[in-house]
C-alpha cells in the first residue's frame, strides 16, 4: 500500500470518528407520536384556533395557562392558551396525580392541529384510550400557534361511554389537571410546567 493511500484511509477513519463522537446522544425528536387527528366539525364552528371573547362561559388561569369552557347539551367545548409553542393539555377528574385522568393533547405542527384524547395510566404516564380498547372521541380540534404562544380548543363528548374516559355531567365541579411544552410538541415529552385547579361545568 502506498503513503498517499494510507494517509487517505486515516483521514476516512479520522473524519468518521469526528462524526461519531459529535452525533447527538438522543434522536431527533420525533414528531409526536399515536395517531393524529386532524378534525373541525361544521355543527361546531367556533372550534377554530381563536378564542374570542364571549365565546366561553368559563374563564380561569391555571399555572399559566387559560383555561376556558362551556358546556353543550351533550358537550364540552375548551380552549386553551398556553405560553409556549409546544403541546398544551388539560386532564378532567384525575384519581390521584395524573392517573386516570381524562386527558386531552394537542400541538400546533407547520401550522396543523394534532390533538389526541388520552387516559392517565399511572402516576405520571399517559396513554391514547385506543391503546388500552378505548376510543379517540375528540368531536372537533383546532389550534394556532403565533409568537410563541399556543391556542388549542376542542370539543368531547360529556359522557364519552369509552370505559377510558371518566363521565362529566352538567353542574359538576371537576378537577382538572393542566400542562404544557415550552418547544417541543412531542406528546411523550414531559411538560415544562403543570398545575392543577377547578372548573364547574354551568349549563349551556
Ligand atoms: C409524557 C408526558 C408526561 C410525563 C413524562 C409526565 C411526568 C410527570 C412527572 C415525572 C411528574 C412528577 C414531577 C413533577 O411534578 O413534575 C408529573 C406530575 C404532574 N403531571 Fe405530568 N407528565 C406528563 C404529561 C402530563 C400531562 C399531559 C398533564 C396534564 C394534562 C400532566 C399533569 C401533571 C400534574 C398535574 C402533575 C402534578 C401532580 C401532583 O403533584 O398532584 N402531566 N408528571
Ligand atoms: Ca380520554
Ligand atoms: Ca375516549
Do not use: C
Not at 121 to 150: I, K, M, V, W, Y
Amino acid at each position: 500500500m502506498d503513503k498517499t493511500l494510507l494517509l487517505l484511509l486515516g483521514l476516512l477513519a479520522a473524519v468518521g470518528a469526528a462524526v461519531f463522537v459529535f452525533l447527538p446522544t438522543h434522536p431527533s425528536t420525533p414528531v409526536t407520536t399515536g395517531t393524529p387527528i386532524v378534525r373541525t366539525s361544521a355543527a361546531l364552528p367556533s372550534v377554530d384556533g381563536v378564542i374570542k371573547s364571549g365565546e366561553y362561559s368559563g374563564q380561569t388561569v391555571i399555572g399559566d395557562v387559560e383555561v376556558n369552557w362551556a358546556t353543550e347539551k351533550d358537550a364540552l367545548r375548551v380552549g386553551l392558551k398556553s405560553p409556549g409553542a409546544g403541546w398544551v393539555a388539560i386532564g378532567f377528574d384525575p384519581a390521584t396525580m395524573m392517573d386516570k385522568a381524562n386527558i386531552i393533547l394537542g400541538a400546533v405542527v407547520n401550522g396543523a392541529v394534532v390533538a389526541r384524547d388520552d387516559v392517565g395510566t399511572g402516576l405520571f404516564s399517559h396513554a391514547p384510550d385506543t391503546s388500552s380498547g378505548g376510543q379517540d372521541n375528540l368531536l372537533a380540534a383546532a389550534g394556532r400557534e403565533s409568537n410563541g404562544e399556543t391556542v388549542f380548543e376542542f370539543a368531547i363528548p360529556l359522557n364519552s361511554g369509552d370505559p377510558a374516559d371518566r363521565p362529566l355531567a352538567i353542574g359538576q365541579t371537576v378537577k382538572v389537571i393542566v400542562a404544557y411544552q415550552a418547544t417541543s410538541d412531542d406528546f411523550g415529552e414531559r411538560h415544562t410546567r403543570r398545575a392543577s385547579g377547578e372548573i364547574t361545568l354551568t349549563a349551556p
